[in-house]
């Protein structure tokens, strides 16, 4: 074995200490800094109590002595305020002894000078393990409600701990950072502590690392270990419960999934499909299979399922303010209460933004998700990190949506121009149905502006001029589109109804007596 190298710097570490990313900034609600990494196992590794090592941050389950004894004077740095003192006084009662000769005041000084060091040694030579543990109860959960984080420490040496003091670093929009304190553990045993977070602000968090701090009896010293594992907590955008209405688009199935059988078919209008081992070879196709030199097999049924395309505008120029009680968080809460009812009414739903990206992507069945049941969280949790795009069209999205024909399209938008009125018009020729929520910035803005306890004002006699965003709602009208204009204060699922009784009013002819008998 090679000698310690006995003079130089300690080498650096091998990999540097993991920091967590910086945590979610206030004045943009929407936005979450946290960028989506492979998750580290949740059972956290054994952290090396206060042996040899000499740090051991986050990243790292335990440390290593760095040669010599670096790791004994980083146990130094540990001293505590009193400890230091003890020191000072103890030098200070060494030097006036040797000053004035006395012997006793000598050994005072020695024994106040020796015993923060005697701790240190101690406790840096305690030789114990812990392991710790984090659990999320949920670890999805929707903005405005609480979550539950549970923490378990397990003493797994052979010899006891001393006191214990738990840390886990939380961003603060969840709340105060938690500590706890416990007491002795025994060989073999556990504890288990648990703290509550919460946020009115979607996002994604990290919950961790774990910091174990640990103090000799006296207070003389503190050492701080930190786990290497931390967690992910999800907080989604909130979900209403809308009504079931009858809706456009459902006359394929009204929202399940239906079959078509085609036993009874001609020959030309059998959609054949290729061999899969396990098909019944009565089923073969042999007029396909001769025309494109493969195995081909007729479907006996074809699955009819609605679709459903919730298209949501994230330009930044499309909406302002920002906090819990926006515009744009009010449309994102929407969009999430639209994609789940309709995935509760077997519809296949896919989430479109302006910038043209879609949830499920393109290597889904023309873009829309399957019958998994866990599309419904892939939704919420590409809705819980949605930002406001830099982009200033809906040509992206339009261009998605000219590539194939839609069934019925909920559209969900800030402000909009002329130019974006035509783009959006456009769309209605792609879906069997279109419904559009308008969210008028001004509207909002004015709310915010209005101070609860000044008197009420008496209505203008004059009648506003039409504004951008009024002409892109007749443009869309004229267009074939179903507009609700939203307002602050909107209740969803009364907007949703007033989208069905619009359009049963624009496309039945007798639809003034059908909304009335619907009222």
């Given at each position: 074995m090679a000698p310690a190298?006995?003079?130089?710097?300690?080498?650096?570490?091998?990999?540097?200490?993991?920091?967590?990313?910086?945590?979610?900034?206030?004045?943009?609600?929407?936005?979450?800094?946290?960028?989506?990494?492979?998750?580290?196992?949740?059972?956290?590794?054994?952290?090396?109590?206060?042996?040899?090592?000499?740090?051991?941050?986050?990243?790292?389950?335990?440390?290593?002595?760095?040669?010599?004894?670096?790791?004994?004077?980083?146990?130094?740095?540990?001293?505590?305020?009193?400890?230091?003192?003890?020191?000072?006084?103890?030098?200070?009662?060494?030097?006036?002894?040797?000053?004035?000769?006395?012997?006793?005041?000598?050994?005072?000084?020695?024994?106040?000078?020796?015993?923060?060091?005697?701790?240190?040694?101690?406790?840096?030579?305690?030789?114990?393990?812990?392991?710790?543990?984090?659990?999320?109860?949920?670890?999805?959960?929707?903005?405005?409600?609480?979550?539950?984080?549970?923490?378990?420490?397990?003493?797994?040496?052979?010899?006891?701990?001393?006191?214990?003091?738990?840390?886990?670093?939380?961003?603060?929009?969840?709340?105060?950072?938690?500590?706890?304190?416990?007491?002795?553990?025994?060989?073999?045993?556990?504890?288990?502590?648990?703290?509550?977070?919460?946020?009115?602000?979607?996002?994604?968090?990290?919950?961790?690392?774990?910091?174990?701090?640990?103090?000799?009896?006296?207070?003389?010293?503190?050492?701080?270990?930190?786990?290497?594992?931390?967690?992910?907590?999800?907080?989604?955008?909130?979900?209403?419960?809308?009504?079931?209405?009858?809706?456009?688009?459902?006359?394929?199935?009204?929202?399940?999934?239906?079959?078509?059988?085609?036993?009874?078919?001609?020959?030309?209008?059998?959609?054949?499909?290729?061999?899969?081992?396990?098909?019944?070879?009565?089923?073969?196709?042999?007029?396909?299979?001769?025309?494109?030199?493969?195995?081909?097999?007729?479907?006996?049924?074809?699955?009819?399922?609605?679709?459903?395309t919730v298209l949501l505008d994230t330009r930044g120029i499309g909406y302002f303010g920002a906090g819990p009680d926006s515009a744009f968080e009010w449309a994102v809460s929407a969009a999430a209460s639209i994609s789940t009812h309709m995935l509760e009414r077997g519809y296949a739903v896919r989430l479109l933004t302006d910038t043209g990206s879609s949830v499920p992507g393109p290597e889904g069945t023309a873009g829309f998700g399957g019958d998994s049941s866990d599309m419904a969280g892939v939704l919420l949790d590409t809705l819980a990190v949605v930002e406001h795009s830099d982009g200033e069209s809906l040509s992206a999205a339009y261009d998605v949506l000219r590539s194939a024909t839609e069934g019925l399209l909920v559209a969900l938008l800030g402000d909009l121009d002329e130019e974006q009125a035509l783009s959006v018009g456009r769309m209605r020729q792609r879906a069997g149905s279109a419904i559009a929520f308008v969210l008028d910035s001004d509207d909002w803005l004015a709310r915010e502006a209005v101070d609860p306890d000044a008197p009420d004002e008496p209505p203008q006699a004059e009648e506003p001029e039409e504004d951008g965003t009024q002409r892109g709602v007749r443009m869309l009208r004229e267009a074939g589109w179903t507009v609700v204009e939203v307002r602050a204060g909107d209740a969803l699922p009364e907007l949703w109804r007033m989208a069905d009784r619009y359009r049963v009013r624009e496309e039945s002819p007798e639809g003034q007596y059908e909304a009335g008998a619907k009222s």
């Open positions: 190298a006995a003079a130089g710097p300690p080498p650096p570490p091998s990999q540097p200490p993991h920091r967590p990313p910086p945590h979610h900034q206030q004045h943009r609600p929407q936005a979450q800094p946290y960028q989506q990494q492979p998750a580290p196992p949740r059972t956290g590794q054994p952290a090396a109590g206060p042996g040899p090592s000499s740090s051991a941050g986050p990243g790292e389950s335990g440390g290593r002595q760095q040669g010599g004894g670096n790791g004994f004077r980083a146990a130094l740095g540990g001293l505590t305020t009193r400890g230091r003192s003890f020191v000072a006084a103890g030098v200070a009662a060494a030097i006036c002894a040797y000053v004035l000769g006395q012997s006793d005041l000598l050994r005072v000084g020695l024994l106040l000078a020796v015993l923060p060091v005697v701790c240190v040694a101690v406790l840096y030579r305690t030789r114990y393990r812990v392991a710790g543990s984090r659990r999320l109860a949920p670890s999805r959960v929707p903005a405005m409600s609480e979550a539950r984080v549970h923490l378990r420490v397990d003493n797994v040496s052979r010899m006891p701990t001393g006191l214990l003091m738990l840390q886990d670093r939380v961003p603060y929009v969840l709340g105060p950072r938690p500590r706890f304190v416990l007491d002795r553990v025994e060989p073999g045993g556990h504890r288990e502590v648990s703290y509550r977070v919460r946020s009115d602000l979607r996002g994604r968090y990290p919950l961790g690392p774990l910091q174990l701090r640990l103090t000799d009896p006296f207070g003389m010293c503190e050492l701080t270990r930190s786990f290497s594992s931390f967690d992910t907590l999800t907080v989604v955008p909130r979900v209403e419960a809308l009504p079931a209405v009858r809706l456009a688009g459902e006359a394929n199935g009204y929202g399940e999934s239906r079959t078509r059988a085609l036993a009874f078919a001609g020959e030309d209008d059998v959609i054949p499909r290729g061999y899969r081992h396990g098909d019944d070879l009565r089923r073969v196709h042999w007029r396909s299979t001769a025309k494109y030199g493969e195995l081909m097999v007729r479907r006996e049924e074809q699955p009819h399922r609605a679709r459903c």
